[in-house]
């Protein structure tokens, strides 16, 4: 049995046997919508180190940072669709990277 060359997009596409559930059944529909889900506020959703401790980021305080990410982004003549350079220096931590990644995702705007 011989092995055909593949293409090399084709390696990077992953197939699983696992079927999807229909859209329907998803738990939600968009970051904005999962943002405001009543009485998940404390459901922790980012974790991980800052500085000496470890952070644990909820639900609500993603909801309220992405309220000001969208209050910078006014502030700033910024439109859903518009991009921003989010960059992660080195020797800082991943957490608050990824708050001010989901929260700008929130307000509709394109992080590159």
Do not use: C, K, N, Q
Not at 48 to 58: A, F, I, L, N, Y
């Amino acid at each position: 049995m011989s092995h055909s060359p593949s293409r090399a997009e084709d390696d990077l596409i992953i197939r699983s046997e696992v079927p999807l559930p229909p859209f329907s059944e998803f738990r939600f529909r968009s970051l904005r919508e999962l943002l405001r889900r009543p009485g998940e506020e404390d459901r922790p959703v980012i974790a991980g180190p800052v500085g000496d401790d470890e952070r644990v980021v909820t639900l609500g305080e993603l909801g309220a940072a992405a309220g000001r990410a969208t209050a910078w982004a006014r502030a700033a003549d910024l439109r859903a669709g518009d991009s921003v350079l989010l960059a992660r220096l080195p020797h800082t931590s991943e957490v608050p990277v990824a708050v001010a990644l989901l929260g700008l995702m929130v307000a509709g705007i394109r992080v590159v």
